[in-house]
């Protein structure tokens, strides 16, 4: 594995009760890349970020995160690694979904608190202000003792932003995070997206947000029908696309 290659995913295979969901995807992603995902609903984008993270379990491929295989093909067969290394390298990543899965009884900053806390079995002390240096950035430090019923959609997705960079994670996941949003709470988020990127932050961001992907990525991929149909560098593949079918879908979505 290259230095600079972050995450090797080779021949990934997933099948949902028979049905094909991702049919034989590669893709390589190099440390400080933003690299954006887009395409149709059902195009299995979600699931290939689920199958990265771990929630789902691969039939067939590889997957290597920082040279450590969470993954590997075996005789046409997915053999996971054992449990402690699954679980070093769960640990270099965190993930934002679609929804905020903030934890309701908590105030914002028990929920940044929880994970370093209790799974990192770090000292309360130690996290304390980390957690409080990322609520100020995201502009809601004034909001740490509030519950997340308290706050609007936007804040709680950045919240969700900030408590999974609390675990310190080399690279970030987004899952739509801004699917579930109106358009003006949509901003405050991808502003602290963008802002993870001019830090350098690694990032797969499965989105619908066109500007985001066009401006911010590096890279841009467009799956349907559980394939890659066609990948290249943002101003490349917005500029100039090669397949009728990426020409398709980025006429519906830009007009």
Known sequence: MENNII??????????????????????????????????????????????????????GSIQVKGDYLVQSRQGRAVYADKDTQKKILGYMGMVFQQFNLFPHMTVLDNLLEAPVH?????????????????????????????PSRLSGGQQQRVAIAR????????????????????????????????????????????????????????????????????GDSQQFFGNPKEERTKLFLHSMLK
Request: charged share 25%; with cysteine.
């Open 119 to 147: 799974v990192k079995n770090m000292k309360k002390a130690e996290v304390l202000p980390v957690a409080e240096e990322l609520l100020r950035k995201i502009s809601l430090f004034d909001k740490k003792d509030a519950y």
């Open 164 to 231: 999974a960079l609390c675990m310190s994670p080399d690279i970030m996941l987004f899952d739509e995070p801004t699917s579930a949003l109106d358009p003006e709470l949509t901003i405050g988020v991808l502003n602290t997206m963008r802002q993870l990127a001019q830090e350098h932050m690694t990032m797969i961001v499965v989105t619908h947000e066109m500007g985001f992907a066009h401006d911010v990525a590096n890279n841009v991929i467009f799956m349907a029908d559980g394939g890659i149909v066609e990948q």
């Open 7 to 60: 995450i090797q995913m080779k021949n990934i295979r997933k099948s949902f009760a028979g049905v094909p969901v991702l049919k034989g995807i590669d893709l390589t992603v190099k440390k400080s890349e933003v690299l954006a995902v887009i395409g149709p609903s059902g195009s299995g984008k979600s699931t290939l970020l689920r199958c990265l993270n771990n929630l789902e379990t691969i039939d067939d």
